[in-house]
């Protein structure tokens, strides 16, 4: 079993940025690709990045690409997601996830999540 908690959610203004942590509670981390996916109201749960075992590769959706990043602390069992440049269109909810396998895009291949922080980019 694994549990996430995420954490860094907040309003920030269009332009501005903010920092997503997420903290996993296993012994076993680094046997998890780690994935971030948000939701906004109404709308379904989309992928936003992903990023494997050791840190050496990553994913990210084509609406995020450039603007966010996302890192991993092996060591401290955490997960980040830097985002950069937000605009109004990313406010959602945001969600870390693991996976032992499977399509990274996909929500349904992961089979951890926390429970979510918000964030709103004020226009």
């Known amino acids: 079993q694994v549990q996430l908690v995420e954490s860094g959610g907040g309003l920030v203004q269009a332009g501005g940025s903010l920092r997503l942590s997420c903290a996993a509670s296993?012994?076993?981390?680094?046997?998890?690709?780690m994935g971030w996916f948000r939701q906004a109201p109404g709308k379904e749960r989309d992928f936003v990045a992903a990023i494997s075992r050791y840190g050496e590769s990553t994913l990210y959706a084509d609406s995020v690409k450039g603007r966010f990043t996302t890192s991993r602390d092996n060591a401290k069992n955490t997960v980040a997601l830097q985002m950069n440049s937000l605009k109004a269109e990313d406010t959602a909810v945001y969600y870390c996830a693991a996976t032992s396998g499977g399509n990274y895009y996909k929500s349904m291949n992961y089979n951890y999540w926390g429970p979510g922080t918000q964030v709103t980019v004020s226009s």
């Open positions: 296993t012994r076993t981390f680094s046997t998890y690709v």
